[in-house]
């Protein structure tokens, strides 16, 4: 077809892939970047102007707007039917504003409505056709994720859709800090919040937002109550160089863990299989105490070990937001992640990365 070339049809099949809006796009939002490339258009909100030029270098459409500035959002209603909200809370204060100043960007009926309708009116009608055929037979669109079950992302539901309102679908990244101190017991899911500072109080309050409007049958919302995030870029290193103590056994505290592409792919699993309102606790099998994952680290690494303090000699000596991690203890059962989202974790425990990390010394060795 004259005139009809290579980037028109790149532009056309960007088109037509499924959308999906990622707010909060750091380390862990670039990685789903990658595991969804070429299987969805991608849309991420940023608060910072210069992070444009990186989001499009890896595929993504930037948009600029930030959630502490709620008339900056209004692009975001009926943009994407799906939402991974990464983004955290304020910094102070007991409520997250910024979960409530998204899902009234995400919920606005007029917005949402024109938005539907300019989508409808400009798309041609033989790809309509097409995506609401596709949809009905339930085509999957793409690959899985490279370290998920098989899945896929939803189709384009605001196109396939032009005259039914459709909730979008979000699922939010929160913190099992929720809990605060468990006493090192083993925990489900249906262990009641006693969130006992309040970065986690916030947290809470994004939760119970969601449920809210999910409730309302404005969203629907899924919840990953996520652990300590490592991976080759996100380990205590600068911590042990700098000697910083850990707590003596007697007085440690077990943490949980999980590596940034595991989690990736558990969150865009729970795009497609998270159940409604439902929590998961995105961890993986470490039964680890914090000073044995400090030391597992520093052996691997081939540094020294960090120091041990009594839980006193660390009261007096450390900071208050490390003293906050120190202060709580549990266990998570993840029975969920691996029965309902059948997730195959690449990293099972911190020990499978830390072989990997081995391994490569040795073979550079």
Do not use: W
């Amino acid at each position: 077809m004259r005139g009809y070339n290579a980037s028109t049809m790149n532009a056309t099949r960007t088109l037509r892939r499924p959308r999906v809006l990622i707010v909060g796009c750091g380390d862990v939002g670039m990685r789903c970047v990658e595991q969804l490339q070429h299987r969805a258009h991608i849309f991420a909100l940023t608060s910072h102007p210069e992070r444009r030029v990186p989001l499009r270098a890896a595929g993504v459409t930037p948009l600029v707007g930030d959630l502490d500035a709620p008339r900056s959002l209004k692009r975001l209603a009926g943009l994407a039917p799906v939402v991974l909200h990464l983004a955290p809370p304020p910094k102070d204060g007991a409520e997250d504003n910024r979960t409530r100043a998204l899902l009234a960007a995400l919920t606005a009926p007029r917005a949402r409505a024109a938005a539907r309708s300019a989508l409808a009116a400009h798309a041609p009608v033989g790809r309509l056709r097409r995506l609401r055929a596709a949809a009905r037979l339930g085509n999957p669109v793409g690959h899985p994720p490279r370290h998920a079950a098989q899945t896929s992302i939803v189709p384009d539901t605001p196109l396939r859709t032009a005259s039914r309102r459709v909730a979008p679908r979000i699922v939010y990244a929160s913190t099992t800090g929720v809990y605060g101190d468990c006493g090192g017991a083993l925990i489900d899911e249906t262990r009641p919040v006693a969130p006992a500072n309040a970065r986690a109080t916030r947290r809470v309050s994004a939760e119970r937002q969601l449920r809210q409007a999910a409730a309302r049958g404005a969203v629907s919302a899924c919840i990953a109550r996520i652990p300590g995030i490592y991976a080759g870029n996100r380990l205590p290193l600068a911590r042990l160089a700098k000697r910083t103590p850990a707590l003596v056994d007697a007085d440690d505290v077990y943490t949980n863990h999980i590596h940034a592409d595991d989690l990736a792919a558990i969150l865009l699993r729970m795009t497609t299989h998270g159940r409604p309102s439902r929590v998961i606790h995105a961890s993986d099998d470490s039964t680890l105490k914090m000073g044995e994952y400090f030391d597992r680290v520093a052996d691997a690494y081939g540094v020294e070990r960090a120091p041990r303090i009594s839980r006193e000699a660390a009261e007096r000596q450390l900071e208050p937001m490390m003293l906050s991690f120190m202060r709580e203890s549990r266990l998570l059962a993840n029975e969920r992640l691996t029965r309902e989202l059948k997730v195959r974790l690449r990293y099972r425990d911190v020990d499978a990365f830390l072989r990997t990390v081995r391994a490569r010394q040795d073979h550079r060795g």
